[in-house]
């Protein structure tokens, strides 16, 4: 539904991204997915960023299908240059960009005694390093010269407490997550009085190709420890993100909003 067919009250044009150009990584699947089709739906165009092609253009033609102005864009973040070629090209195409919605990244399993460097260094540079760089990129080529922007870093809970012991450990993804959440307040306290609002969503477990693993293993388990009894569903993450991209959000900085079903206030 595009903005024109929603209701022209002040409420809602709090919420309209009409006009706005959003690139959201790890958007071609799961939780990047969803965040896009929210921001699509309230007039959003949406850059999709992955790298994998086929999955991209697949994500692209179901936003599509559901009326949103999606493209998608193939890169490896992870790259010395990923960054500034996304955000070059985005400019180019669009000639702004407004929202960052930095979702993309990885996870691997082992005990802390064993972890390997390998792992070590793919997760920090990936969960880390690419996302400061995006968000650094975008800064300095859109946001500041724009005189607005909104950043949404996608944390975790397991950036805000210890690990499960009975799981299988992830010790360089939680201390990734708990840098992300503590950069967001930085960026958020420098970058403020320029008018570029940084805030961070802090999933609990939602079923997806990263967390299918745990899930199975320890899904009863899970549900018995979320006051809510459920995992995250297909549109839970849809009003937050939406909340912290617009205007409505507009006084939110320096957040994180942890959306988990209740599972960490136990």
């Known amino acids: 539904m595009k903005a024109a067919e929603r209701s022209s009250g002040v409420l809602a044009g709090l919420f309209d991204l009409e006009g706005r150009v959003a690139i959201v990584t790890g958007g071609s699947r799961g939780l990047g997915l969803q965040i896009a089709g ?30 949103v102005s999606a493209f998608g864009f193939a890169a490896d973040l992870g790259a010395p240059d990923g960054a500034s070629v996304l955000t070059d090209w985005v400019l180019e195409h669009f000639g702004r960009i407004d929202i ?116 199975e293993a320890h899904g009863d388990e899970m549900l018995r420890w979320t006051p809510l ?4 569903g297909p549109t839970d993450l849809m009003g937050a993100a939406l909340l912290l991209a617009s205007d409505a959000g507009g006084h939110i900085t320096g957040q994180t909003l942890v959306i988990d079903g209740g599972a960490t206030i136990i």
Not at 39 to 57: D, S
């Open 100 to 215: 960052l919605v930095n979702n993309a990244g990885t996870v691997w399993g082992a005990p802390a005694e064993d972890y390997p460097l390998e792992g070590w260094s793919k997760v920090i540079d990936l969960n880390v390093t690419g996302l400061f760089l995006l968000t650094q990129a975008v800064a300095k080529a859109a946001f500041l010269e724009q005189g607005k922007g909104a950043v949404i870093n996608i944390a975790s809970i397991e950036g805000l407490q210890g690990h499960h012991p009975d799981r299988p450990g992830t010790i360089a993804y939680n201390t990734a997550k708990g840098a992300v959440i503590n950069m967001t307040r930085a960026l958020a306290a420098e970058w403020g009085p320029r008018n570029i609002r940084v805030n961070a969503l802090a999933p609990g477990y939602f079923p997806s190709k990263m967390t299918a693993a745990t899930v």
């Open 38 to 67: 929210a921001l699509g739906e309230f007039g959003a165009t949406v850059v999709l960023v992955a790298r994998k092609q086929v999955e991209l253009e697949a994500a692209v033609a179901e936003l599509r299908g559901q009326g």
């Open 229 to 232: 009894g459920k995992l995250g």
